[in-house]
């Protein structure tokens, strides 16, 4: 395929562009940035926030650690920040195998960071991620520069439709911000009922892929029903030179900006 249609696509499926050797490295990092930060939380070294939607936060270490909602025992659905925690995951700002299709994504020379999250999905807890775009979440701390950031998703583990693989709808970045949910807490999800869906793709890969997509791509993950978790490390770029996500205080105003 060529790349003017992996742009109006929207998004580029890199297969196993990191060897079996460097996911297990990659994964053993994540594992232990997590024990590390879980460890923290538990001896009660953090702020908590309760989101509109239920969902738990707490800030530790400079990372937010996002809880499943309903795991028993407690299960972490996310960090981020991330890459800060261990050098193997701060490294991959600066992998070309990473950002050379990130520029050409973005259609800049020099890339910066933005934010970086771990999803863990884990066998059987992991929850869904409801149709949304990342880009309002960003806009409220980026404003209009939220267009230019784009992130790499980088599969620590096998992605199936059974342990939540994400769902995109192709080329729905082209149509802008789309409506969002008003019945809906956070006020940041996609009205699917006033969005076309339609098209969509799952997208299954083996570990070590990387799945690339700009933040205005309407997309969806299911539950983790398998027993296998489906971890991801996702990494998003921006041109560089540009405040990072920790430095921007979060507006919620500024969702009144967006349909
Ligand atoms: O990991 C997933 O299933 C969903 C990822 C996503 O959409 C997000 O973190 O915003």
Known sequence: MSFDDERTRGYVLLPRLFSPGETAALSNAAESALARVTGHALEGKTEVTVWPDGHRLETVDGTTVHWEPDARPPAVRSLAPV?????????????????????????????????????????????AYHWHQDYPYWYCCAGPDARDIATAMICLDDVTADNGALTIVPGSHLAGPAPRDRAEPTGLLVDA????????????????????????IVHRSGPNTSTRDRRSLLLCFQPAGRPTLARLPYRSELLADLP
Do not use: C, Q, Y
């Open 193 to 216: 009922a006033r969005t076309d869906v339609g098209g969509a793709v799952t997208i299954e890969a083996p570990a070590g892929s990387v799945l690339m997509f700009p933040g205005l």
């Open 83 to 127: 890459t800060h925690l261990e050098p193997a995951l701060d490294a991959l700002w600066a992998d070309e195998r990473l950002t050379g299709p990130m520029r050409r994504l973005l259609d800049v020379d020099r890339l910066g960071p933005f934010t970086s999250k771990l999803n863990f999905k884990r066998a059987g807890v992991g929850s």
